[in-house]
């Protein structure tokens, strides 16, 4: 009473992968595995690079922070140029050159402050409003790739509220700054760039035309 299934059947049932299919299956594996692999090996390359552009850009980001925050405190310029500028800020320190902070309620004091950028790095020299040095030049910023590093508004431009070269120094209110810094992965430099308004230039400028 047993009932035989046809032998068309068995042989279909019972049948697997042909010989070109697992070619062709086994050439699509190594494809992307390979793909997969060259990807992390260039993820892994580019690291270092990624990691120490970051680097840079939170370190020019930093120094750029502290320079800025000055000029807003500035009351007016005295000298400036796209490596050079000096000009007159309040400080909230006792003295000029020293590091004793004052209270916050009393008033901020005046002091001459220089930056001057040369090779690839900005000093920062303070003085007292008679010209006389006090302390040590310290850096201001490191590591740069070029020494036009301020700019400043109005300007010798066609449109004076530009930031460009200043025509008179005394008159200037803005001053930006542009710090570049290698770039680790490839050629050229990432530019870094803020600026402020001098805060007190108005005040400066009444007192020097009543003086």
């Known amino acids: 009473m047993n009932r ?22 086994s050439l699509m594996s190594v494809i992307i595995v390979g793909a997969s ?3 992390l090996i260039s993820a892994i390359r580019d690291q270092p690079a990624l ?3 970051a680097q840079n850009v939170t370190t020019a980001r930093y120094q750029l922070e502290r320079m800025v925050r000055e000029i807003r405190n500035g009351v007016q310029v005295e000298s400036a ?30 002091c001459r402050i220089t930056y001057n950028c040369s090779g690839t790095s900005c000093t920062r020299t303070e003085e007292t409003p008679a010209g006389i040095a006090v302390g040590t030049p310290t850096v201001a910023a490191s590591g740069i790739g070029s020494t036009e590093v ?10 004076p509220s530009q930031c460009g070269v200043a025509e008179d120094p005394e008159t200037a ?20 760039s803020d600026g402020a308004t001098l805060r007190s230039a108005a005040f400066g400028v009444s007192s020097s035309s009543s003086s």
Do not use: H, W
């Open 81 to 110: 140029s796209p490596s050079a500028v000096t000009l007159v800020a309040r400080v909230r320190r006792v003295a000029c050159g020293g590091s004793v902070q004052t209270n916050p309620s009393a008033e901020p004091v005046k």
């Open 51 to 53: 990691s120490k552009k």
């Open 173 to 192: 209110t803005y001053i930006g700054v542009n710090l570049e810094v290698p770039n680790p992965e490839g050629p050229g430099l990432l530019t870094i």
């Open 37 to 39: 692999c060259s990807m």
């Open 150 to 159: 301020f700019c400043f508004a109005p300007s010798s431009e066609e449109d």
């Open 4 to 25: 035989r299934l046809p032998r068309k059947s068995i042989v279909r049932d019972q049948s697997g992968m042909t010989l070109i299919e697992m070619l062709v299956a």
